[in-house]
T-cell receptor, first 109, second 114 residues
């Protein structure tokens, strides 16, 4: 069962905000978020764990609702460099890893 | 710290041939996962290796196999190539594959099957 991401695509102007959602029909114990730019490999953004713990490398915030099995990624004051495809999914190891289909984000000047 | 490296970066093969792809994880990382990425199917998990053992496997036919060496380097093999195997193959390494540790992707190997 692939996590469902919404929206499928979004176009923003620089400085605008966006929210990308990820929901799963399977129990999620943690959610990993990645961003992939065209022609490049996915880059780690955030880990959200049960209990509210978060781990990330960029100025991006996210939330994880364990009961609803949903996660949301909040992109505020978007920059041109935020453009890319965002994926959510569980981590590898221990259980089957299925990524969401991705949300395409395009930020224009 | 050097990142995840994959070789070769590009490969062209014909149907029926076999191919071996290589992945060197970040130093100290013991978990290596392999993914197939295509425009139609997105990012799909192939398998994960930890300490030379396949720990998790995705939904791919037996033509796809892998192994991990004692230095954590991993290889993926695809036998009897089909046109549909054309894809970007990504490997990713993690300290131990646990849910609280991030995963780092390599640049990928672009495989074209003619």
């Amino acid at each position: 069962q692939q996590p469902v991401q919404s929206p499928q695509a979004v176009i923003l102007r620089e400085g605008e905000d966006a929210v990308i959602n990820c929901s799963s029909s399977k129990a999620l114990y943690s959610v990993h978020w990645y961003r992939q730019k065209h022609g490049e490999a996915p880059v780690f953004l955030m880990i959200l764990l049960k209990g509210g713990e978060q781990k990330g490398h960029e100025k991006i915030s996210a939330s994880f609702n364990e009961k609803k099995q949903q996660s949301s990624l909040y992109l505020t004051a978007s920059q041109l460099s935020y453009s890319g495809t965002y994926f959510c999914g569980p981590p590898p190891g221990g259980f089957k890893t299925i990524f969401g289909a991705g949300t395409r984000l395009f930020v224009k000047a | 710290k050097a990142g995840v490296t994959q070789t070769p970066r590009y490969l062209i093969k014909t149907r029926g041939q076999q191919v071996t792809l290589s992945c060197s994880p970040i130093s100290g990382h013991r978990s290596v996962s392999w993914y197939q990425q295509t425009p139609g199917q997105g990012l799909q998990f192939l398998f994960e290796y930890f300490s030379e053992t396949q720990r998790n496997k995705g939904n791919f036919p037996g033509r796809f196999s892998g192994r991990q060496f004692s230095n954590s380097r991993s290889e993926m093999n695809v036998s009897t190539l089909e046109l549909g195997d054309s894809a970007l193959y990504l490997c990713a390494s993690s300290l131990d594959g646990k849910e609280y540790n991030e995963q780092f992707f390599g640049p990928g190997t672009r495989l074209t099957v003619l």
